[in-house]
Each structure stands twice: as structure tokens, then as C-alpha cells.
């Protein structure tokens, strides 16, 4: 069974820049990044497919973030610039092994998922 970790969160001034890595124990198809808001439910944030070539990004962090995957270390990055107050959260990597043509953005789309890292963007 493939496990997922991420790393990477932490404190950062709003404008400052975070680079997230969900390391899995083996390959995976397509991997999504979630997070999640104190007293919020969890949202896609962004997913990449199998082969890196497709992308999808929820409205709020477009031009701000950007997925990718080292498929020869089974691991996906999420750059983060430009960073706000309201990307503060906790974010968890997710993936499926299952084929799909895209990537999915809703929970139900994978069945494997990471413990999460803390993002804080605060002043």
C-alpha cells in the first residue's frame, strides 16, 4: 500500500513563498494537494496527473501556485508564491491508484492521503 508524506509547511509573511513536497513509497497516478481551514471544509487546492502534462488549480491560487512531479523519486511539489493570510491552513497531499485521463479536485477522487503539514501565513 502507498504511503504518502508531505513536508515543507510552516510560518511565512503574507507575499512570502513556501515549497511543498508529498513524497509517496511508490508511484502513484494522479496526486491532488487539499487543504484545509480552521472551521472549514477541506478544498482542492490543485492536482497533476500521471505523467505531469495535465494540471488543474482552484481559482484562488492561480498564477500563485504551481503542482509538479518528479516521477523518478515519486514525489510532488507545490510552489506557493505570493502567499495571503487566506492560504493559511493545513494541506494534505492525496492520491489514487487508479487511471483517470485528468486529475481530480474532490476528495472522493483518491484514496490515499498524507498527515498533512501546517501552512501559516501571518504578519
Known amino acids: 500500500q502507498v504511503q504518502l508524506a508531505e513536508s515543507g509547511g510552516g510560518l511565512v509573511q503574507p507575499g512570502g513563498s513556501l515549497r511543498l513536497s508529498c513524497a509517496a513509497s511508490g508511484f502513484t497516478n494522479a496526486v491532488g494537494w487539499f487543504r484545509q481551514a480552521p472551521g472549514k471544509e477541506r478544498e482542492g487546492v490543485s492536482c497533476?496527473?500521471?505523467?505531469?502534462?495535465?494540471?488543474n488549480y482552484v481559482d484562488s491560487v492561480k498564477g500563485r501556485f504551481t503542482i509538479s512531479r518528479d516521477n523518478a523519486k515519486d514525489t510532488v511539489f507545490l510552489q506557493m508564491n505570493s502567499l495571503k493570510p487566506e492560504d493559511t491552513g493545513v494541506y494534505y497531499c492525496?492520491?489514487?491508484?487508479?487511471?483517470?485521463?485528468?486529475?481530480?479536485?474532490?476528495?472522493?477522487?483518491?484514496?490515499?492521503w498524507g498527515q498533512g503539514t501546517q501552512v501559516t501565513v501571518s504578519s
Open positions: 492525496a492520491g489514487t491508484q487508479f487511471y483517470r485521463p485528468v486529475c481530480g479536485m474532490s476528495l472522493s477522487d483518491y484514496e490515499r
Open positions: 497533476i496527473n500521471q505523467w505531469g502534462d495535465l494540471t
